[in-house]
């Protein structure tokens, strides 16, 4: 992945994805806020929260490595990126209790996991209510995916690390997995319309297919970005406690006679002659 993203291509997409993430995550509030792998990618940098960490799967820091231990080789964790993880775990079973997240990014997690039904439903474990979920990832439905399938011996874009060859997920497929999870798509937005070039010079002139292509063939992108949100059907909301409480101690009682009488705290109850009034 990181040679890959060193190419042309991969500025390309890279770029394309940090500003979608920037803008999803802008204005999502809480106080704990997770990245699940891709550490060349700062999906959490516009992101205000307190608490924002990264996570790594053991799988992918010993991809490439001929240690298959269970001990981290030393400098492994330097050597992925700048930026040094502060979780390493598997994606489908986080350390983390059940709601207790509330912001969690999955760039291209899903499509490089073992098990990604796994990794989404301990995503939506995780999350709080209203909690957001920000996916992206490569769409099988454009002109990358489409060269990926017709020429299947030379592959062209990266490799998971526990396969051959990386498992796109279509943003339909998702859709109908978050779904299941009571995950609500609430923004999905394609980019990255231009041919796979190798020369950055070749990106530059052909600019004009992303504007092109935002508007007449929109779902044909190469990479999306999808915003879900965590519905807990049934929630009661709690209502501000500073309305005061309405008393019924000293209000009026009228009979059917049109006989008004009045009883409050601490005073003595009505005679039985007023009490016949009243009935």
Not at 146 to 152: S, T
Request: glycine content about 8%; aromatic content about 8%; proline content about 6%.
């Amino acid at each position: 992945m990181q040679h890959w993203l060193q190419a042309p291509a991969g500025q390309y997409v890279l770029a394309w994805e940090q500003a979608q993430l920037d803008a999803a995550v802008a204005n999502a509030f809480g106080f704990h806020a997770l990245q699940l792998g891709f550490p060349e990618l700062d999906g959490l940098r516009a992101n205000r929260m307190a608490h924002r960490w990264l996570a790594v799967s053991q799988l992918s820091l010993q991809a490439g490595v001929s240690d298959r231990s269970d001990r981290i080789p030393e400098g492994i964790l330097e050597r992925m990126s700048e930026r040094i993880p502060d979780v390493v775990t598997d994606f489908a079973a986080l350390p983390f209790p059940a709601n207790s997240l509330d912001l969690v990014i999955l760039p291209h997690t899903l499509e490089r996991a073992t098990d990604p039904h796994g990794v989404l439903r301990e995503v939506a474990r995780v999350l709080v209510p209203e909690g957001v979920a920000v996916l992206t990832g490569f769409n099988p439905v454009s002109l990358w995916g489409l060269r990926e399938a017709r020429v299947p011996r030379r592959r062209w874009l990266p490799r998971a690390p526990s396969a051959e060859v990386m498992e796109f997920i279509g943003s339909l497929r998702l859709r109908d997995w978050l779904g299941l999870l009571s995950l609500e798509v609430r923004a999905e937005h394609f980019g990255c319309y231009r041919p796979m070039c190798s020369s950055m010079s070749w990106l530059r002139r052909l600019a004009w297919m992303d504007r092109a292509g935002e508007r007449w063939w929109p779902i044909l992108g190469a990479v999306y970005c999808l915003v879900a949100v965590k519905r807990v059907r049934g929630m009661t909301l709690l209502q501000p406690g500073w309305k005061p409480a309405v008393s019924l101690v000293g209000a009026r009682a009228v009979s059917r006679n049109g006989v008004r009488a009045v009883q409050t705290a601490g005073r003595e109850p009505c005679s039985q002659e007023s009490q016949g009034m009243i009935r």
